[in-house]
């Protein structure tokens, strides 16, 4: 039986072989993982860490030998606008600290690309720059916008770089009942930085480093 890892990698490769028909599939099939995700009972998370505006939570990722994260917090701003933020596009890179550069590697409709872009390091570089490739799709979810995505092969390799790989990853982002100009941001990321890192400062990485993108996404939310 295949792992989880080596089905999306298959998928991957038709997207680049066949064209929008696969793409359209990989897509749904993509969503469907996170709105699973959306859908896991509360008691099987456990806090992994909690700031003023936003909680962490980690469960045991059934995807890879890591933890599958859960972060939620209220945007002051719209739907559209916090997810403008996060998707590929110009304003990812002006605000997120942590992505260093992103480029779009293939583009099959407005919601749907293939993205590469690359980390700094973290934990004064323990964790060193890291790469990626990425499927990444936004589609309409309930009242508001799931903007997700899924790590691709892609033959073309830089060596200054250790290729991470994202096994299913989202955001849902939902307006509020009683005031819909704020927002219920919610992730779901699990990623495997790869490499030889200890599994402490994984854990330390991902938890500060969900913190901080809440953080940061806010102040860029009231610049704009």
């Known amino acids: 039986m295949a792992d989880p890892e080596s089905r999306w990698s298959e ?48 469960k045991p990722s059934e995807k890879f030998n890591g933890y599958l994260y859960k972060a939620q917090g209220v945007m002051d701003d719209t739907v559209n606008n916090v997810i403008d933020f996060i998707r590929p596009g110009p304003w990812r890179l002006e605000w997120d600290q942590l992505m260093t550069s992103l480029d779009i590697l293939e583009h099959f409709e407005e919601s749907c690309c293939v993205m590469r872009y690359t980390t700094a390091g973290q934990l ?42 994202n096994h299913p990853c989202g955001w849902f982002c939902i307006p509020l009942k009683d005031n819909p100009n704020q927002s219920l941001l919610t992730g779901y990321i699990q990623t495997d930085l790869r490499g030889m890192i200890p599994q402490s400062a994984v854990d330390t990485a991902m938890a500060s480093t969900l913190t901080n993108f809440y953080g940061d996404l806010r102040k860029a939310l009231r610049k704009a």
């Open 124 to 165: 004064l570089n323990i964790i060193s720059p890291r790469e990626f490739v990425d499927f990444s799709y936004t589609v309409g979810y309930e009242e508001g916008l799931l903007s997700c995505g899924v790590s691709v092969d892609w033959s073309e390799t830089r060596p200054e770089f250790v290729r991470g790989y």
């Open 11 to 58: 998928s991957a490769r038709k997207i680049k072989m066949e064209g929008l028909s696969d793409v359209a599939s990989f897509s749904t099939k993509l969503q469907n993982t996170l709105i699973q995700y959306h859908s896991i009972d509360e008691d099987e998370w456990r806090v992994a860490k909690k700031g003023k505006d936003v909680t962490v939570w980690r």
